[in-house]
């Protein structure tokens, strides 16, 4: 069986979404800390960086150019972290500053992972796929975490991309794989954190790999004699 994103997929990452909302439907915005402040602050910094940098590459105004290139935006996006990050945050800030649709976009993602893992482990059944969506919005800290305007739900989501990489790869479409490899990109980089996790589980399926050819077979077979 091969997992496409199709109207079912689509379906149920809507709803996973609408599940993990529920913070944001009592709260009516995200949860903030100091380091929502300093992404939203770095996104501003980096798009009007461009912005200037853009409109001056035309060469007419080569003062201004040199004065651009040698402000680099790290110097006024103090605390900034993750530049795609940042722009993300500074993008998706509406409506006003509040950072809500970075909030709903984050719940979006992670809807998605909910519906392609429940189809890459062979849930096939609405009723089931809601059993298990409703879990993981209500019986874990997904929701509140994707409520916050901050990455750190996509600590989450790399994991959630390497376990579909490793044990669903083969029964995905090819633009599905295009689409996960972006997707844990940008959530590997979207902390620094999240970095070393990356290596580990990379580093694990390394040895899961290794563990199951041949020399795993021969260190099972002297282990059990």
């Keep these: 069986m091969t997992v496409r994103f199709d109207r079912r997929i689509a379906t149920w990452a809507l709803i996973a979404a609408l599940l993990m909302c529920w913070p944001l439907a009592l709260t009516g915005r995200p949860a903030y800390i100091a380091d929502s402040l300093s992404y939203l602050k770095g996104g501003k910094t980096a798009v009007a960086y461009v912005t200037r940098a853009m409109s ?8 201004s150019t040199a004065s651009v ?15 795609l990050y940042s722009v993300a945050a500074y993008v998706l800030r509406f409506p006003g500053d509040s950072m809500l ?3 709903i976009a984050q719940a979006l993602i992670v809807g998605l992972m909910i519906a392609m893992l429940a189809r890459g482990f062979g849930v096939a059944r609405q009723r089931d796929f ?7 919005a209500f019986a874990t800290p997904a929701a509140p975490t994707t409520s916050f305007a901050i990455p750190d739900i996509f600590a989450g989501v790399a994991i959630a991309v390497w376990v579909l990489i490793a044990c669903c790869w083969t029964r995905l479409s090819t633009g599905l794989r295009v689409a996960l490899t972006l997707l844990g990109a940008f959530a590997v980089t979207s902390h620094a954190s999240h970095v070393p996790l990356a290596a580990g589980l990379v580093l694990t399926a390394v040895m899961l790999a290794w563990l199951g050819g041949e020399r795993g077979k021969r260190l099972r077979t002297v282990a059990v004699a």
């Design 101 to 103: 649709l970075l909030a």
């Design 69 to 83: 290139v040698s402000e680099p935006p790290a110097a006024e996006a103090r605390g900034a972290r993750s530049i």
């Design 56 to 63: 001056d590459s035309d060469g007419t105004a080569v003062g």
């Design 130 to 136: 809601l059993l298990v969506a409703g879990v993981v």
